[in-house]
């Protein structure tokens, strides 16, 4: 759950900027004005740690302490009664298995998984977020850009809902590749309206657009997929190293970035498209689908594949 939505807080991050920008006062033009923009974070995270209180408690938790009849109780919720019992037999299975070493269902599960983190961030996201009003103002948008950049952020909030609502009607696979061939539509847009020297509405909705497809797609979905695709006797091992290669291609695309875009605003919206179509090419070929699939299904998966 906390994984799933882990996009969250970024929402009501995005919320709180579009309020203070929108808001336009006079203290975000002084000196102080960073203070109350880092100050206005606090408030979604202290929310999101309140509602920590309300998660309930796993049901391999609850069979690792001998409270079998509430972890029934919440697997018949996600479930229905039919299915609760037999995955319930299936943890008691497996909970008392001891973590295995991490190459033990193969290098694959550990490669998909890596990779999954590095296209999160090598589809060039984290930049445009990062250096979104120089962006649109060198798309030709009025005011330094920063409205276009609160358009964004509403847009990036609509997104990610859409995601959250359709990601276990659709499966994660669809979604993934959907998002991935809209962002390559969209850069690629950029990239030839920079070609074409177009200015204005054009340029700054291709980015958008962009920007929106990755909130449905990449942006909730990947954290998703890295915690149900690894069988559960490797999975901290494995989560942690995929999310550390995450921070790594952050840095990597972020920090370059400037360069590429300095170098040519057009070679970097054409790369990140690349990046964008190999994406869907790779979770097409190569990542299974874990809709409506446990942790002890997916160990099954890869025992049988490794």
Excluded at 278 to 301: C, H, N, Q, Y
């Amino acid at each position: 759950l906390i994984m799933g939505d882990h996009q969250n807080p970024i929402i009501l991050k995005d919320a709180a900027g579009v309020l203070s920008v929108s808001a336009e006062s006079d203290m975000w033009t002084v000196q102080e004005g960073w203070r109350y923009m880092f100050g206005s974070e606090a408030f979604p995270a202290a929310f999101f740690g309140l509602l920590l209180f309300f998660v309930p408690k796993t049901p391999r938790y609850l069979v690792l302490v001998q409270q079998e009849e509430k972890a029934y109780t919440i697997l018949e919720k996600i479930n229905g009664k039919k299915k609760a019992q037999e995955i319930l037999n299936d943890i008691k299975a497996t909970a008392q298995e001891k973590t295995e070493k991490l190459f033990t269902y193969g290098v694959t599960v550990i490669v998909i998984g890596i990779l999954l983190s590095v296209f999160q961030q090598a589809i060039g996201i984290n930049a445009v977020l990062y250096y979104a009003p120089r962006i649109f103002e060198n798309a030709g948008a009025e005011g330094g850009g920063m409205m276009q950049t609160v358009i964004m952020g509403i847009v990036n909030i609509i997104f990610t809902l859409v995601a959250i609502f359709t990601v276990d009607r659709f499966g994660r696979k669809p979604l993934l590749i959907i998002g991935s061939i809209g962002m390559a539509v969209g850069a690629f847009a950029v990239a030839m309206c920079d070609s074409m020297a177009i200015k204005g509405v054009l340029p700054v909705l291709s980015i958008i657009v962009y920007a929106a497809f990755f909130m449905m797609s990449w942006g909730p979905i990947c954290w998703v997929l890295i915690s149900e695709i690894f069988p559960n006797t490797i999975r901290g091992k494995a989560v942690a190293i995929a999310v550390a290669f995450q921070w790594i291609f952050n840095y990597i695309v972020s920090s370059t970035f400037p360069a590429l875009y300095d170098f040519s605003p057009m070679f970097a919206y054409s790369l990140y498209g690349i990046i964008c179509v190999a994406a869907a090419i790779f979770v097409w070929r190569w990542v299974p689908e874990t809709k409506g699939k446990t942790l002890e299904d997916m160990s099954k998966l890869w025992k049988k594949n490794k």
